[in-house]
């Protein structure tokens, strides 16, 4: 079984795995499960590891993870402003990589070659 | 500024053998840098039939050199070295009723220099199912359905039927490097302080390194892919062979060969050899 993060935990992890692994082969896929047999088990594995996350700092940056996924998932449904500030930052940045693609595959065709030379301030005036 | 990479395979086993594999995934002889796993989380619900699991995995990594080069020392800390532990959470939903898992992967730290999401969808192939089981909403149409996993508990004579059923997977990777972005709002709440390197924080060149970034990050994927399918392969053919027991066992003799610091895939061609 793999090891838990919390060496104090194995032992209460290993009861729980093994009682999943017995439950989820016979009984889950099997589609005759009518409850989680092994949540007892799993509450003291659960005990035990919340300590352990608590303690090196990880229920933090655990709950950080979730808020952010949840910012992100706010910004992507914004519309764009057109005020220069904040996030903006990000509608520019993909508004110049696709100018930029763009830029590139005129300067890697033969016929359009001489914009080869990107001048500067078309980069500077998204920023 | 979003690098995707995207693949599908086929495993030649049944679906329910290779979700179980997922779970059982760590160790295998390709995963030594896999620390730990722990479940956060685990719901079931008896009405849907499905399976909802959080899990956290400790990933030994070690930053690409090109990186190390390319961040300042500030944001590198103590991992100047380039040595560094990561950690990985893992959120899966498996849905034994109609024949799929859907999982994804994301790194919890460093997500402002590289955030790298990856998503495997299992299905049981579609064109399997016989029309009377898609239309019947209630049907327990797993269960019933020839091609099992015959376990017999844990005992010894647990096996997977190789009943030439297979599984299709569709694995996809986003990159994203929101370097710069994280260093202008750092900047913005802890104004007075001297910036580490004026001029470095440029939009350009943010996102000039963001686009390095991300480019390393998905060439080190694209390497580490062909290790992680070997890796779920070895666990289903352990399953195959020797039932739960020997995907157990296999573990067991993974994670010591780990704490030993040997090289498993070493060990294991010798004693493949010597069989």
């Known amino acids: 079984m793999s090891a838990s993060l919390a060496p104090e935990c194995n032992e209460v992890k290993e009861r729980y795995d093994n009682c999943f692994l017995k439950w989820y082969s016979e009984k889950f896929i099997r589609g005759t499960a009518t409850s989680d047999e092994c949540d007892p088990l799993f509450k003291q594995y659960e005990k035990c590891l919340s300590k352990a996350l608590k303690d090196r700092g990880i229920d933090k940056m655990l709950k950080e993870a979730r808020e952010d996924n949840r910012e992100n998932d706010a910004e992507h449904m914004r519309p764009v402003r057109h005020t220069r500030s904040g996030h903006d930052h990000m509608y520019a940045n993909i508004f110049l990589e696709t100018v930029m693609i763009y830029v590139i595959r005129l300067a890697c065709n033969p016929t359009t070659a001489y914009i080869r030379h990107i001048p500067a301030d078309l980069i500077d005036s998204y920023e | ?275």
């Open chain 2, 1 to 275: 500024m979003v690098k995707f990479y995207s693949t599908s395979d086929t495993y030649s086993y049944p679906f329910p053998a290779v979700t179980l594999a997922y779970f059982l995934r760590y160790p295998n002889p390709y995963s030594t840098h896999v620390l730990s796993t722990d479940t956060i989380s685990r719901h079931y619900d008896p009405e849907t039939q499905r399976l909802t699991t959080v899990r956290l995995h400790l990933k030994r990594s070690k930053l690409p050199s090109a990186v190390v080069k390319l961040l300042p020392r500030s944001i590198l800390g103590a991992s100047a070295s380039g040595d560094t532990q990561t950690y990985i959470l893992e959120k899966s939903v498996v849905d034994v009723k109609e024949g799929w898992m859907d999982t994804e992967s994301q790194n919890l730290e460093w997500t402002g220099v590289l955030s790298v999401v990856e998503r495997q969808v299992f299905k049981r192939p579609t064109s399997v199912i016989p029309d009377e089981v898609k239309s019947w909403p209630n049907t327990e149409s797993s269960a019933r359905r020839p091609s099992f996993i015959k376990f017999s508990g844990l005992g010894a004579g647990a096996k997977v039927e190789d009943t030439g059923e297979k599984t299709e997977v569709t694995s996809s990777v986003t990159l994203h490097s929101h370097i710069g972005e994280t260093w202008k709002k750092r900047r913005a709440s802890a104004e007075g302080e001297a910036p580490q390197k004026p001029g470095f924080f440029s939009s350009w060149g943010a996102s000039s390194l963001q686009r390095s970034i991300e480019k390393i990050g998905l060439t080190r994927t694209l390497r580490s892919q062909p290790n992680a399918r070997e890796g779920m392969k070895v666990v289903l053919e352990r399953m195959r062979e020797g039932g739960l027991v020997g995907v157990l066992e296999g573990m067991r003799q993974d994670r010591e060969a780990i704490l030993a610091g040997r090289d498993v895939l070493k060990t294991r061609n010798r004693s493949d050899d010597g069989e």
